[in-house]
């Protein structure tokens, strides 16, 4: 069965109907059809365009066919055109008449947008938890490792020290504006194109905000054309998605150098790491290396649905089938990343001997040292310039500024007196940051328990 039949004399060629087909994929919208189309058919009824027993005939084989499609005992037609022929074809076996009944007042074209976005707006939701579950862990982690030293790192070198737990707090903080991109582009999204029809709405006496309220929507499009051709929606949720996988490979990148021996910060659990077929002793962070590249297949998406819109002139054209696979692939390699990812950190075993000693061999405390002597009158210049002098003399000795006997120091500039030694110990270095957002241990704790806080409001 096909929609359009009534104008072509000739069968659609098998080469031709595979090409056409969106079936394969645009069938996992088949709940969201169906209750657009009860939507539909109620509001049709309620402005008297279709009798209500008509419509209690309609809803009825649909609910039926719906019921029947989730147990098993109706299987999708994959020969079909697409899932809104497949659902229409059905109902029309099923009930007869009435059936051809129901695409009263509506067209395919409002029809897929429709199903699309009340698809979409349930998988932002879906999204969004999974991404309130990794921040919930990030909190729970930096509240435990807030005394943690370990070096923060700038070009990938040591540069100051700060503690495990305000660096895992930065990722919360970039998942946290990932949420509120996803609120935002859920907003964005709640406007119920049906209505719109093909591109000029229609002459029948329609309500579209009976139609809207039925299915949940905040508000109607208010131009057809508009409603017809948006894929806005998709462009922008593919594009939050991309941001999210921005974050998840950044994270997962220093995962994978954390667990090297190189660094050896942390070790993954057994049950989300991998060996080697050849090397025994191989244990491999496989699931942060697999996130970090389906980061690309989701940029991919995002830049198949901006080229797919480009050129398009309004109203609909046929170029936007390609909108589904691109933002459901998107959809589906993110909510798989996530539900791999949390668990992971989740039971991540840190070890923070590793992060202290290399916090102590990286001389990042020599900005404390400069500091010291700029509060007992040294010009900042001349003490950066001493300072550096002292990092040069530890690495001639093979030592580090906190063994550094005093007459070294003195050697440099005679303004040391022994208590720079308590100035530039790692843990004072770290307490001392107490600017709001700095690595401070009570600062930290405080943090993560705000953090915690927004997660479980959300």
């Known amino acids: 069965m096909q929609l359009w039949k009534g104008r072509f004399k000739k069968e659609l060629s098998k080469t031709t109907n595979d090409f056409n087909s969106s079936i394969s994929f645009d069938s996992r919208m088949y709940r969201e059809d169906i209750e657009g189309s009860i939507a539909h058919a109620t509001m049709l009824g309620k402005c008297g365009i279709i009798t209500e027993e008509s419509v209690q005939d309609i809803v009825q084989g649909l ?57 979409l707006k349930k998988e932002v939701v879906n999204v969004k938890n999974l991404v309130v579950g990794l921040i919930k862990v990030i909190a729970g982690k930096a509240e435990e490792y807030a005394d943690t030293v370990m070096p923060g790192y700038t070009h990938l070198q040591r540069a100051q020290p700060i503690t ?101 910060f942390v070790e993954l659990d057994d049950a989300f790491s991998t060996g080697s077929s050849i090397m025994p002793q191989k244990k491999n962070p496989d699931i942060a290396e697999l996130v970090r590249g389906k980061s690309g297949r989701v940029f991919g998406d995002t830049m198949t649905l901006l080229t797919v819109m480009k050129g398009i002139a309004l109203a609909y054209n046929k170029d936007m089938q390609e909108d589904k696979e691109a933002i459901f692939d998107a959809v589906d390699t993110v909510k798989m990343c996530l539900t791999a990812f949390t668990p992971m950190l989740d039971t991540m075993r840190v070890i923070p001997q590793n992060m202290r000693k290399a ?32 990092v040069a003399r530890c690495i001639e000795l093979g030592t580090d500024l906190e063994s550094l006997p005093i007459e070294e120091y003195k050697a440099v500039c005679d303004v040391f007196t022994e208590d720079v030694y308590d100035a530039i110990s790692l843990e004072k270095c770290v307490s001392q940051r107490t600017a709001f957002g700095g690595p401070a241990p009570q600062l930290v704790k405080a943090q993560a328990a705000r953090v915690k806080e927004i997660a479980e409001n959300l």
Not at 104 to 115: F, G, I, K, Y
Not at 238 to 252: D, G
Not at 361 to 375: E, H
Request: charged share 25%; aromatic share 8%.
């Open 164 to 264: 495990f737990g305000h660096h895992l707090l930065a990722y919360g903080e970039m998942l946290l504006r990932d949420v509120s991109r996803l609120e935002d582009c859920l907003k964005r999204m709640d406007e119920m194109p049906l209505g719109s029809c093909a591109l000029a709405g229609t002459t029948y006496p329609i309500d579209r905000n009976v139609t809207a309220d039925l299915l949940g929507f905040d508000r109607i499009t208010n131009n057809s054309l508009d409603g017809v051709s948006d894929r806005d929606f998709c462009i922008e949720f593919a594009s939050v998605l991309s941001i999210i996988m921005v974050h998840l490979s950044r994270f997962s990148e220093e995962i994978i150098m954390w667990c090297s021996w190189e660094f050896k």
């Open 359 to 390: 916090a102590a061999g990286g001389f990042i405390n020599a900005t404390d040292c400069a500091d010291w002597l700029t509060k007992n009158g040294v010009p900042f210049r001349d003490a950066y310039k001493a300072t550096g002098e002292l």
């Open 63 to 119: 609910r039926g066919i719906l019921a029947d499609i989730e147990s098993g005992a109706l299987a999708v037609d994959m020969e079909a055109e697409d899932i809104h022929t497949f659902i229409e074809g059905e109902l029309t076996k099923r009930i007869g008449d009435n059936g051809k009944r129901l695409h009263t007042s509506r067209s395919r074209n409002d029809q897929v947008a429709l199903d699309v976005k009340l698809y």
